[in-house]
Structures are given as C-alpha cells and as structure tokens.
C-alpha cells in the first residue's frame, strides 16, 4: 500500500506542485489550503505523515501541530517553512514538530526527510553503539545522570521529565547510548535522519541547541559537548 501524505499549503501553487510530485514518487496524497482542513482530514483520515507549511491563514501549521500532540498524536510532521531564524524554527521543534524544510526547497531534500521520519516510525529509534561497550539494561538506558525508557520514550535527568519531540528523543537516545564517544555529524545525520545534509547544514545545531535548553540545569554541567570540526559527545565534566 502506498503511504499516505497530507499536505497542508495555502499557495496553491506550491500545494499544486508538491502535490504533484509527491504522487509521481509513489505517496497517496491529500492537498488541503488551510489549518482547519488539514485537522479536520487528519481526524477523518490519519495519514503516515503529515506536511505543513507554518504560515496559513486561520489556524497556521503550528496551532495544527499544537492540537495533533495535545491529543496524542504522534504522526510524524514535517514543517514547511519561508522563515529562517533559529528561534522560528525552534518554534516549529517546541510545538512538536520532527522535522522542518526551509523554503524555497528542493523536491528531493523533501523526499529524503520524508523518507527518513517514515523509517523511524516505521523501525523506532536507530543508535550506533561501539562493539566493546557493555550491554545497557533491556528497558531503561542510564547515562551522564540521564536515564531513558525508549518503550515508553520518556527521558529525565535526576528526578526531572523531560518534554521531548520525537526527534530529541532519537537524538538524546544515540548519545546515551554512546556515551564519552564522539560522534561525528555524519553518523548522527545518517542514524537520526538517515540522510547527510551537508556541511552547510545547520539542521543538527539547531537540534542539538534545543536539547540542551531542556537538558541543562543551574549549576549542574552541561552533558551534549561540542567537539569542534567533529560532532558531539555525552559526558557528565
């Protein structure tokens, strides 16, 4: 069976042409213009994945994401989006969204995101571990003061929860899991997206900036640490 796309745009001819190129790559999609469409096919119909672009009039595509999560939806969204502040995007990553495409954008770069939420729902978190590391326990992963239970994807530091999206929690998951080694940007763009955006990505940075506001605490040491050139690394200094 095809997997199922909605498609929320208000230029109709980007929704056109989205649209349209979606279909030829095999998805079976629905093409709405607005926020209060896209919610009401989304409870009619649940898609495999849904597509939104933030500014639409009414209910824009983040209020779509707000009311998807507050009822316990977790479809995979990917953001459409013309602005390219980090505190914007960090907008679209706290309203719950996976993943976001910055316009204009090239067809593929959508398809390759696509691709890449559809095969983490599909399979659950990937993470890269070193062969000599020893096993953690089968339920709850404990590193750097962190502990994480990826059947339920709930994460705390101490006695704190934290609120995590989809992509922190794979994200947080991979360093855990990996703890004291660094990782380079290319393993984690492969591991957590499954696609290398290149150098001039900023895409993990934006990721990685916003886990460590929910992460980092007065007074306690930062745990995600920057390896220039390189990547990241957990560990508790």
């Known amino acids: 069976m095809p997997q199922t796309v909605l498609l929320a ?8 042409a989205l649209e349209r190129a979606l279909t030829l790559e095999g998805y079976r999609v629905t093409a709405v213009a607005d926020g209060v469409e896209a919610l009401a096919q989304a409870h009619r119909t649940p898609p495999d994945v849904l597509v939104l672009d ?5 209910i824009d595509g983040l209020q779509v994401c707000r009311v998807l999560r507050a009822e316990g939806d977790r479809t995979p969204i990917l953001m459409l989006t013309a602005l390219v502040e980090t505190a914007d995007r960090i907008a679209g990553l ?4 996976d993943d976001y495409v910055v316009k204009p954008f090239d067809v593929e770069e959508v398809f390759a995101r696509l691709r890449a939420l559809l095969r983490r729902t599909a399979g659950g978190a990937v993470a890269v571990e070193a062969p000599e590391r ?18 339920a994807r709930r994460a705390w530091r101490g006695e704190r929860e934290l609120e995590l999206t989809r992509t922190e929690f794979e994200l947080l998951e991979l360093l855990v899991r990996n703890e004291g080694i660094v990782l380079d940007h290319s393993t984690i763009y492969d591991r957590i997206w499954g696609y290398d955006f290149g150098p001039g990505s900023k895409n993990l940075a934006v990721y990685v ?3 460590r506001r929910k992460l980092d605490e007065p007074g306690a040491p930062q745990l995600i640490h920057t390896v220039r050139g390189v990547g990241y690394v957990l560990r508790e200094d």
């Open 134 to 151: 020893v096993p953690l326990p089968a339920r709850y992963l404990e590193a750097a003061g962190l502990r994480m239970d990826p059947q």
């Open 54 to 58: 933030v500014m639409m009039p009414g």
């Open 209 to 211: 900036g916003y886990l």
């Open 94 to 97: 706290d309203a719950g969204a």
């Open 9 to 16: 745009e208000d230029d109709r001819a980007i929704r056109n």
